[in-house]
């Protein structure tokens, strides 16, 4: 019972009071099993193991419960595609240009998020925390385009284009920021990575055409067709992801869920090159495209390492009740039961 019930929780890649209650509730049906077979003369070691045969693999039982209980429902669905449907208003209505609108949607995300976070952090949560992390993403990646600046120049010049207290404090800013980051990422990938990965769905854009934008500076004093052109491909790009979003919601399936996110990330890079005349060469997309998949992927990792399990329980077995006419847990322990 203890290894089949910490097996099935290892995959089951839900929340963990989510996961508490689906473990108790199928040992309830184990234990009635059980008691069944004691009950037409079989010990209790015999029918223990013949109810978890009659169970099935816990492999197969995890992957279905996880399909249930993961399906969003249409509210929530509705209100996980939101921030993208907002952003997707904001390019093309050409409020990003404001830093009042930016400040405001910034806000209401970090907002949401840990109103989200307090309720216990439900499914359409993730979307509005991903955007949480697009201002530390972005500076880290300032940071780090500074220092290998810095460190080209010492290469070929021997100098240094800015003061060494400079560089000092940025080395320090991305040690912390990434530390920052990987915390928070390895919070919100406890319970299911994917759902890490579907908040981080829209950061590889955005750094992406932020940084375009950096290194055309003269675009942001251009109000012609170029402009409005390439905020329309941007919230193109944003609807787009809604409706990835939506469709991660409404499909259950772990695999189809991966897929998906393994899918649109680099299309959404590719057709951001397509619509960005004059952008980065092919290598060079190709490049950003295999970085942003492999940080799209990376909260695997930590849920590899996490294990994503709760802690077993107690050492123990069932035995005869004579009083409830049924199964009770003997510990070997001197723990209490569940």
Known sequence: MRGYLSGLGRQLHLRPLERKEILHELQSHIDDRARELMDAGAPY???????????????RIARGLYEVHSRGSWY???????????????FALHLWTSPGWVAFMLGVAMVISVFGWKMGRPRWTYPWLGYCLVV??????????????????????????????????????????????IRF??????????????AALPIPFLAYWFFYFYSRANLLQSQGQSLE???????VVFLIVAAATAVFFRMGHRMVRVALLVI?????????????QGGPGYVAVFIFSAVSL???LSPALLDIRSGDAEPSPAPGRLAPNSDRGGLQVEQ?????AE
């Not at 070691?45 to 492999?59: T, V, W």
């Not at 669905?77 to 952003?87: A, D, F």
């Not at 060494?164 to 080395?171: A, E, L, M, N, Q």
């Open 76 to 90: 929530h669905t509705l209100l996980g595609i939101l921030p993208h449907i907002l952003l997707s208003l904001m």
């Open 332 to 336: 070997t322990s001197g723990s209490s």
């Open 294 to 296: 492999a940080a799209l």
């Open 264 to 276: 649109t990330a680099p299309s959404m890079i590719v057709l951001a090159w397509v619509s960005y």
């Open 136 to 181: 530390p993403v972005i500076s880290w990646g300032l940071a780090m385009s500074s220092v290998a600046l810095g460190a080209w120049s010492v290469i070929t010049h021997w100098s240094l284009p800015l003061g060494v207290p400079i560089y000092f404090v940025s080395f320090i800013y991305i040690a912390v920021s990434l530390w920052l980051v």
């Open 229 to 235: 052109k390439v905020d329309s491909s941007a919230a």
């Open 45 to 59: 070691e015999e029918a223990l193991e013949q109810a978890l045969r009659d169970f099935g693999d816990s492999g």
């Open 185 to 198: 990422v390895s919070r919100v990938a406890k319970p299911d990575w994917v759902m890490a990965s579907l």
